[in-house]
C-alpha cells in the first residue's frame, strides 16, 4: 500500500470530521501536510467541491495536453524502440537517378504503410515490420552501409515525435492543402461571400489531400487515396477558416491605423504610401483621398491601397488586375504567362485587358469635361482649335470694328483742333533720355532714332493737331515690325514713352479744355489700347485671331503648344491673355484640347493593331510629365489644381493597367525550369504521369486563378482567404496522421 491508501484507505470515504478537520487546518502537523498536498494534487477536492471539480477538471486536462504535447515531440509514449534512429540523413537527402530525392518522396506518402510502399518502389523489397504501437521500420543491409555510409541495422522511416522527416511531410502536405485550400477560399468567397469562403476552403483542402494521396500512388504506394485523410484535410480547413474568419475583426481593430488621412491633410505615413504607389501627395482629388483613407485602414501594404483608390475614383472607375495592384514581377509574370494561352483562363485574362482598354478611353471624354465643362466634347485638337479661333477671330473684328469707328469720330473733330506745339516739344525731348534709361541707346538703334527725329519735325510745325501726331504712331508702328528684333525692340520703347505722353495730355485736355474734342481721341486711344492688348501684342494670338491668317486650326493649334515645345517664350502670358479674351465654354475647349493633344501621344505611343486605337499608361504619363516639367508656367496657366490632380491620377492609373515593372514578363521556356525540377525530384516518370494526370485539374484551376487574378483587390491585413483553413488542415493531417495506428502488415501489399 502506498503512503497514500496508509493515510485515506479510500478518498471518497474520508470520514467528514477528518474532512472538516483538514480543510479547517487542525489535523495532527504530519496529517496536515499529507493532507494539504493532497488537495494540492487534486486527489482531495477543494472545500468548494463545485469549484473544486472544475479545478480538478482544468488540472487533468492540462496535464493531458502538457503530456499529448510532449508525447509529439518526444514520441516517448508512441514508440517501442525509442533507440532506434531514424533513417539518417544521408539516405533521406540522397537523390536516386529516376527516383528523385529520398525524403521528399516519402513525404508524399501520410502514413507510414504509404512511406513503406514507396521505400519498397525506390530500393527494392527490403524487409519492413511495424512495432507495436504501428510505426513502420526497415532493416538495412550492408549494401546501404557502403552506398550511404551508414551502419547497417533498423531504422524507422519516419520515427514518433518531431524529426526531420516530419519536416518533409509537413512542407508536401502544407503545399497541397494550403494550395488548393487558399484557392478554394478565393473562389468561393469571390461566389459565395464568407459562407463561399469557408465550404470553399474546405473543399479545398479535401482536394489537396487527394491529390496528395494520388502523386503518392504514382511514387509507389499501394494504399490508394484514404477518404478519412480527405474528410479530415475537409474538416480542419472548415474549422480552420471559421476560426480565421473570426479572428480577422480583432486582427483588424489592432492593426488598422488611421493615420492616413486627417481632417487637415495627407499625414507623413500617408504621404509615404502616396509616393511608394507613385502618386504626389500634393496633387490627389478629395474622392481619392476619402477611399484610400478607406483602403488603407485594412490594407498589409497603404500603397496597394492607394493605387486601387485612383483607379476606382476615376470618373468611369477602371478594374485592376491584382498584377496590377500589387506590382511584384512574380504576380505580373504568372498573368502574362495566363495571358499567353489559348484555353479559358487566357481569354479571362485578354478579356480584362481589353476592358481595362475600354474603360481607359471612355474615361477620356469624362476628365476632358470635368476639367473643362463644355456641354459638348471636343473631339480633337483641330476640332477645339477651330471654335477657339472661330470666336477669337469674331471678337476680333468686332474689337476693331469698335477702334476704327472711335477714330474716325476722334479724326473728325480733331481736325479743327490746334495742340500748343511748344508744350508738346518740350516733352518730347525727354523721350530720348527715357528710352537710354530703359536700355536701348539709340545711337545703336536708327529706326528708333530716325522715329524720335520725325516727331520732333512735327513738333516743330506751326500749327499742330492730334491727327497729326496719331499719323506719326501710325508710321512708326510700321517701324516695329521688321525682321530685326532689336531694332522693333527699340521702336516699341520710343512708342511706349510717347503714348505715356499723349495719354497725359489728352486726359489734360479732356479735362481743363475742349472735352468735346479731345475726349474721342481719348476713347480712341483707350480702346486701340486694349485692342492691341488683347490682339495685336502677342504676335501668337494676332496669328490665330486675324481673319485673314492662312494658317489651318491645326497649324494654329501649334502655335499655341507642342508637347516637344510648348516651351516656347510667352506661351503662358498667351494662354493667360486667351483666358481673359474667350469665353468660359470657348476657353475650356482650348484646355480640352490641350489634354487632348497629351491623349494623342499616349495613343501614338501604345503597339496597337492596324486601325485599332490603344492607349499607352506610360506614353501618356511621359507627355504630361514632359508638359509640366518643361513648362511649368504653361501647364498651370491651362490646369487648376483640381485638374492637374485628376490628370495625374489617370496618368498613374494607365500606367499601372498597361505597363508592367521590370523584370516582370514570362517568356516561352519558363516552364522548362520546373518540368526539370520535378523530373529531379520525383522522377522523370513520375513527373510525366503526374503531368498528365493533373491536366485537367490544372486547366479548372488556371481559368479560377484568372478570375481571381482579373478581379483584382488588395492584400488585407486580415488573414487571407483559405490561409488559416489550410495551415489548419495540414496541421491537423500531420497530427491525426501520426496518431492513426496501423494495424496491416507491410509486407501485404
Known amino acids: 500500500m502506498t503512503e497514500q491508501t496508509k493515510i485515506f484507505p479510500q478518498p471518497v470515504d474520508i470520514p467528514p470530521e477528518t474532512l472538516k478537520a483538514g480543510y479547517a ?21 477543494t472545500q468548494d467541491t463545485v469549484i473544486g471539480d472544475m479545478a480538478t477538471a482544468a488540472t487533468e486536462f492540462l496535464a493531458s495536453v502538457g503530456q499529448g504535447a510532449k508525447n509529439i515531440v518526444t514520441g516517448e509514449a508512441t514508440t517501442e524502440f525509442p533507440d532506434m534512429p531514424e533513417i539518417p540523413a544521408s539516405l533521406r537527402t540522397a537523390i536516386i537517378p529516376g527516383s528523385g530525392q529520398v525524403g521528399t518522396r516519402l513525404s508524399l506518402g501520410r502514413d507510414d504503410l504509404r512511406k513503406t510502399d514507396i521505400f519498397r518502389q525506390i530500393f527494392g523489397n527490403v524487409p519492413a515490420n511495424l512495432d507495436k504501437f504501428g510505426n513502420s521500420y526497415v532493416t538495412l543491409d550492408d ?193 502574362d504567362e495566363i495571358l499567353s494561352r489559348n484555353d479559358t483562363a487566357g481569354n479571362i485574362m485578354s478579356g480584362t485587358r481589353v476592358r481595362q482598354q475600354e474603360q481607359l478611353a471612355e474615361n477620356v471624354p469624362l476628365i476632358a469635361e470635368e476639367i473643362a465643362p463644355t456641354g459638348t466634347a471636343v473631339t480633337s485638337p483641330t476640332d477645339a482649335m477651330i471654335d477657339v479661333g472661330g470666336e477669337l477671330s469674331a471678337k476680333f473684328v468686332a474689337a476693331k470694328r469698335r477702334v476704327d469707328r472711335l477714330y474716325k469720330v476722334a479724326r473728325g473733330r480733331g481736325r479743327t483742333v490746334a495742340l500748343d506745339p511748344s508744350a508738346v516739344r518740350q516733352q518730347i525731348a525727354t523721350i530720348s533720355d527715357d528710352v537710354y534709361e530703359a536700355g536701348f541707346d539709340l545711337q545703336n538703334f536708327p529706326n528708333a532714332a530716325s522715329a524720335v527725329k520725325d516727331l520732333q519735325k512735327i513738333t516743330n510745325k506751326k500749327t499742330l493737331s492730334v491727327n497729326d501726331l496719331e499719323a506719326w504712331r501710325q508710321r512708326t508702328t510700321q517701324l516695329s515690325r521688321t525682321n530685326d528684333g532689336a531694332q522693333n525692340a527699340a521702336v516699341k520703347a520710343v512708342i511706349k514713352e510717347y503714348d505715356s505722353f499723349v495719354d497725359r495730355l489728352l486726359d489734360d485736355l479732356a479735362t481743363t479744355g475742349n472735352a468735346d474734342a479731345f475726349t474721342p481721341w481719348l476713347k480712341a486711344r483707350r480702346a486701340n489700347k486694349a485692342f492691341r492688348e488683347k490682339f495685336s501684342d502677342d504676335t501668337v494670338i494676332a496669328k490665330i485671331s486675324d481673319p485673314e491668317s492662312a494658317l489651318e486650326p491645326s497649324e494654329q493649334f501649334n502655335l499655341l503648344f507642342t508637347l516637344s515645345g510648348a516651351g516656347k517664350t510667352g506661351a503662358a502670358g498667351t494662354v493667360r491673355k486667351l483666358r481673359e479674351t474667350l ?167
Open 143 to 335: 549494401s546501404f552501409a557502403k552506398r550511404f555510409n551508414i551502419t547497417a541495422g533498423d531504422y524507422y522511416l519516419n520515427k514518433p515525435g518531431a524529426s526531420p522527416q516530419d519536416l518533409d511531410d509537413f512542407m508536401t502536405t502544407a503545399l497541397s492543402e494550403i494550395y488548393f485550400a487558399r484557392l478554394g477560399g478565393k473562389l468561393g468567397k469571390k461566389f459565395g461571400g464568407k459562407a463561399g469562403q469557408v465550404v470553399g476552403t474546405g473543399a479545398g483542402a479535401g482536394a489537396g489531400s487527394v491529390a496528395q494521396d494520388l502523386a503518392a500512388g504514382q511514387a509507389g504506394s499501394m494504399r490508394g487515396v484514404d477518404p478519412q485523410s480527405a474528410l479530415i484535410a475537409s474538416v480542419f480547413g472548415v474549422g480552420g477558416e471559421l476560426a480565421g474568419q473570426l479572428l480577422s475583426p480583432f486582427l483588424r481593430k489592432f492593426i488598422a491605423n488611421k493615420e492616413f488621412v486627417t481632417a487637415t491633410g495627407v499625414t507623413k505615413r500617408g504621404r509615404k504610401a502616396l509616393t511608394n504607389a507613385g502618386l504626389d501627395p500634393d496633387e490627389v482629388t478629395p474622392a481619392f483621398l476619402q477611399q484610400f483613407n478607406q483602403l488603407a485602414q485594412t490594407a498589409s501594404d497603404p500603397a496597394q491601397a492607394a493605387r486601387m483608390a485612383a483607379a476606382e475614383t476615376l470618373p468611369q472607375p477602371v478594374r485592376l488586375t491584382q498584377g496590377d495592384v500589387l506590382r511584384t514581377r512574380a504576380a505580373q509574370s504568372a498573368e
Open 25 to 45: 487546518g487542525t489535523l495532527e502537523p504530519t496529517k496536515q501536510a499529507k493532507f494539504d498536498e493532497l488537495v494540492k494534487r487534486g486527489t482531495i477536492p
Open 583 to 749: 469665353s468660359p465654354v470657348a476657353f475650356n475647349k482650348l484646355k480640352q484640347g490641350a489634354f487632348l493633344r497629351i491623349v494623342e501621344q499616349a495613343e501614338k505611343s501604345a503597339a496597337g493593331e492596324a486601325g485599332v486605337k490603344t492607349f499607352s499608361g506610360a506614353g501618356f504619363k511621359t507627355a504630361l510629365t514632359n508638359l509640366k516639367r518643361r513648362t511649368p508656367e504653361l501647364f498651370n496657366a491651362l490646369f487648376t489644381k483640381e485638374d492637374q490632380a485628376l490628370l495625374n491620377q489617370f496618368a498613374n492609373v494607365a500606367e499601372l493597367a498597361t505597363t508592367a515593372v521590370p523584370g516582370a514578363k514570362n517568356f516561352s521556356g519558363s516552364a522548362a525550369p520546373i518540368i526539370r525540377n520535378m523530373e529531379q525530384t520525383f522522377g522523370p516518370q513520375l513527373a510525366a504521369i503526374a503531368n498528365r494526370l493533373i491536366a485537367l485539374p490544372v486547366s479548372t484551376y488556371r481559368a479560377g486563378r484568372a478570375q481571381v487574378m482579373a478581379s483584382g483587390g488588395i492584400d488585407q491585413r486580415s488573414i487571407p482567404p483559405g490561409l488559416t483553413g489550410g495551415l489548419f488542415s495540414a496541421a491537423g493531417q500531420s497530427e491525426i496522421g501520426d496518431t492513426r495506428r496501423v494495424t496491416v502488415n507491410p509486407n501485404i501489399r
